[in-house]
């Protein structure tokens, strides 16, 4: 594991074995994202048992390098999370996709996902992954959070998704290069 000191709380990648070790509390999170209304997949009412497939079929890639997962701990409880994403494409090997950047609603406002934020490109420009897209539910906390990060837009698409109560909702798309 990789570690990084970096108040308010300490950013940890996590290898394979930590990466599934800490899915009951990445399940758990992903529940608190919803409950607090935000468009990460899942519908209202979702549980941990529902959310942990999500973060267990992935562990394979974590184990073979396409993803690379952080998490944020604060007081030895995972507050936070991200997914660094690799295209495993032989035609972008300088591209990946951020996903599940996710803070508790107890934790908000602290900067933590703009720490969990910093130590993703970090991995991504020494792995030579400079071109980075990602998506969110267009006016969301985290629409505000991307554009307070030096993200771009590059489009909205209507009804991409639905809404935690089922209504289809937009999506924007943005961008970013880190060169
Ligand atoms: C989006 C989210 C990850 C932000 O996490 P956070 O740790 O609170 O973000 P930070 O404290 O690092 O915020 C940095 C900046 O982003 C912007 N920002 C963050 N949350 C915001 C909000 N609710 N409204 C407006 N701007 C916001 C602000 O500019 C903020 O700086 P400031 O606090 O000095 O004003 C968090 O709200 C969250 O987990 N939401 C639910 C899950 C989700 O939607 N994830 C994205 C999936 S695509």
Redesign the pocket.
């Known amino acids: 594991m990789t570690e990084r000191a970096s108040p308010p709380v300490t950013i940890r990648e996590l290898d394979a074995a930590g990466y599934e070790a800490a899915i009951p509390d990445l399940a758990a999170l992903l529940v608190d ?1 919803v409950d ?1 209304g ?3 997949n899942f519908l209202a009412g979702v549980t941990a048992d529902e959310t942990a497939p999500w973060w267990t079929e992935r562990i394979d890639q974590v184990r073979n390098g396409v993803i690379s997962a952080f998490v944020a701990i604060d007081d030895e409880r995972i507050v ?1 999370s991200t997914l660094l994403i690799r295209s495993r494409n032989p035609n972008s090997p300088h591209r990946a996709e951020i ?7 107890s ?11 910093a130590a993703a490109e970090d991995r991504a420009r020494a792995d030579g992954r400079w071109m980075l897209m ?4 267009t006016g ?3 629409d ?2 991307y ?3 030096g993200w771009v837009e590059l489009g909205v698409m209507p009804n991409h998704a639905l809404a935690t109560d089922g209504t289809p909702t937009p999506t924007t798309f943005f961008w970013k290069d880190l060169r």
């Open positions: 994202a607090s935000a468009g990460v936070g996903g599940k950047v996710l803070v508790h609603s934790a908000r406002r602290r900067g933590i996902a703009t720490a969990l934020m990602l998506d969110t539910v969301s906390a985290a505000a959070f554009r307070s990060q």
